[in-house]
């Protein structure tokens, strides 16, 4: 198991941009396919991004290519998200997770789902202003 811990969200205005940080624990956080959830009030947690152990694959929700990238740092046991030209509808809880089979590799056009990871953080709230 791994503990992850995310900050970096708050209140912006339409238009604006955030960094979110997820912190790690543990030592083989660097064999770990990591990806970014968000949940909004009345609706289920859905998908933003993922990036492979490597940091080589990337994945992304269409609602959010071209807008958000989503980074890592394995030296620093950290994964990161870049939201750019952030809108209302990107306002949730965000939730950095791990992939705890080591070396995943998400082949082709498959988008890794809420299944398959297997350590939540306790997320962080972005709030969106129009």
């Known amino acids: 198991q791994v503990q992850l811990v995310e900050s970096g969200g708050g209140l912006v205005q339409a238009g604006g941009s955030l960094r979110l940080s997820c912190a790690a624990s543990?030592?083989?956080?660097?064999?770990?396919?990591m990806g970014w959830f968000r949940q909004a009030p009345g609706k289920e947690r859905e998908s933003v991004a993922a990036?492979?152990?490597?940091?080589?694959?990337?994945r992304y929700e269409d609602s959010v290519k071209g807008r958000f990238t989503i980074s890592r740092d394995n030296a620093k046991n950290t994964v990161y998200l870049q939201m750019n030209s952030l809108k209302p509808d990107d306002t949730a809880v965000y939730y950095c997770?791990?992939?705890?089979?080591?070396?995943?590799?998400?082949?082709?056009?498959?988008?890794?789902?809420?299944?398959?990871?297997?350590?939540w953080g306790q997320g962080t709230q972005v709030t969106v202003s129009s």
């Open positions: 990036i492979s152990w490597s940091g080589v694959g990337k």
């Open positions: 543990g030592r083989t956080f660097s064999s770990y396919a």
């Open positions: 997770a791990a992939d705890l089979r080591k070396f995943r590799v998400y082949s082709g056009s498959y988008y890794p789902t809420k299944a398959d990871f297997g350590s």
